[in-house]
């Protein structure tokens, strides 16, 4: 029973350049989300997906970031001309759509950028 | 809106119980908590939905009282192993969006 899978695991770049992450949901899963989770601090949301429709983009997804989900099965999240403020860990997550009993969303371990 | 948790650390001796609350300024669909370890993904403990049901797995249970838009999570006889941030992600129109508290940081001593 594989669950949420991220690659890469830590990702170090040098400011200016574009990273790119990747997030492979369990696979019955059709709701994808992308987190952004900074050290003493909750995740905060920055886009869903379901299926491959993005349904909701926080305003915290600058222009900078792009996600995708095509075929609706995996996703990545791109960051172009990365800044030091975009250090943080990028979490994945999956689930069923939701109904009357609610769905559990599963994180993944996370994908660490380190802006330097 | 950013659900609010209380209190923001708590430190227990082992077998001590612990209360940790989640409120909100809005109507709440429902209430997931998590708990995580550092430099861990978040792990999902429970959800509750609106109806003020309560839940409960091993010591773990939670409370739910939709009038007052609170959650409430009880940890009886705390382990070492529930050491780590719980997180309460709360969903505010049923469609699985969630915006997480600021997390209640539990450290459990021997």
């Known amino acids: 029973d594989t669950g949420v899978s991220q690659d890469p695991r830590h990702k170090i770049t040098k400011r200016g350049q574009n990273v790119t992450f990747r997030c492979d949901p369990i696979?019955?899963?059709?709701?994808l989300y992308w987190y952004r989770q900074t050290l003493g601090q909750g995740p905060e949301f920055l886009t869903y997906?379901?299926?491959?429709?993005?349904?909701?983009k926080s305003r915290l997804l600058s222009d900078r970031f792009s996600a995708e989900r095509p075929k609706g099965s995996f996703s990545t999240l791109e960051i172009q001309r990365t800044e030091q403020g975009d250090s943080a860990m990028y979490l994945c997550?999956?689930?069923?759509?939701?109904?009357?009993?609610?769905?559990?969303?599963?994180f993944g371990e996370g994908s660490w950028l380190t802006v330097v | 809106q950013q659900p609010v948790q209380s209190p923001q650390a708590v430190i227990l001796r082992e077998g001590e119980d612990a209360v940790i609350n989640c409120s909100s300024s809005?109507?709440?669909?429902?209430v997931h908590w998590y708990r995580q370890k550092h430099g861990e993904a978040p792990v999902f403990l429970m959800i509750?939905?609106?109806?003020?049901e309560q839940k409960g797995h091993e010591k773990i249970s939670a409370s739910f009282n939709e009038k007052k838009q609170q959650s409430s999570l009880y940890l009886t006889a705390s382990q070492l192993s529930y050491s780590g941030t719980y997180f309460c992600?709360?969903?505010?129109?049923?469609?699985?969006?969630?915006?997480f508290g600021q997390g209640t940081r539990l450290t459990i001593n021997p």
């Open positions: 997550a999956s689930s069923t759509e939701g109904g009357p009993s609610g769905n559990t969303i599963y």
């Open positions: 696979s019955e899963h059709n709701r």
């Open positions: 997906f379901q299926n491959e429709a993005q349904l909701e």
């Open positions: 809005k109507a709440l669909y429902s």
């Open positions: 509750l939905l609106k109806g003020g």
């Open positions: 992600g709360t969903d505010l129109q049923g469609a699985q969006k969630l915006v």
